[in-house]
């Protein structure tokens, strides 16, 4: 079992940056990546980025170029660091964990979730 537990969100202006952090503990040894989603109100969760073994990274055309994910394997940790932020990024942001060796851009295709953490962009 994995346990992931995400910090780092909070209220910010648009244009600002934040950094999330999703710290991993539990059977790590069988996580092959993760990967960041966002859910906003009314919504589906949709696919921000994901980050492989060997530090490959994917991300969702709407945030490329503004969000970099980056991990931290001594730590277990994975960040999003969000830069140039906008009240379109408002939404719940879930850290996510997938055992499987290919990483996709769905739900179903991670095994372990987080609780989630909230940011709110302000116009």
């Known amino acids: 079992q994995v346990l992931l537990v995400e910090s780092g969100g909070g209220l910010v202006q648009a244009g600002d940056s934040l950094r999330l952090s999703c710290a991993a503990s539990g059977g790590t040894v069988s996580i092959s990546g993760m990967g960041w989603f966002r859910q906003a109100p009314g919504k589906e969760r949709e696919f921000v980025g994901n980050?492989?073994?060997?530090?490959?990274?994917r991300y969702a055309n709407s945030v490329k170029g503004r969000f970099t994910i980056s991990r931290d394997n001594a730590k277990n940790t994975i960040y999003l660091q969000m830069n140039s932020l906008k009240p379109e990024d408002t939404a719940v942001y879930y850290c996510?964990?997938?055992?499987?060796?290919?990483?996709?851009?769905?739900?179903?295709?991670?095994?372990?979730w987080g609780q989630g953490t909230q940011v709110t962009v302000s116009s």
């Open positions: 980050i492989g073994r060997r530090f490959e990274t």
């Open positions: 996510a964990a997938a055992v499987t060796a290919w990483l996709g851009v769905f739900p179903s295709n991670y095994d372990y």
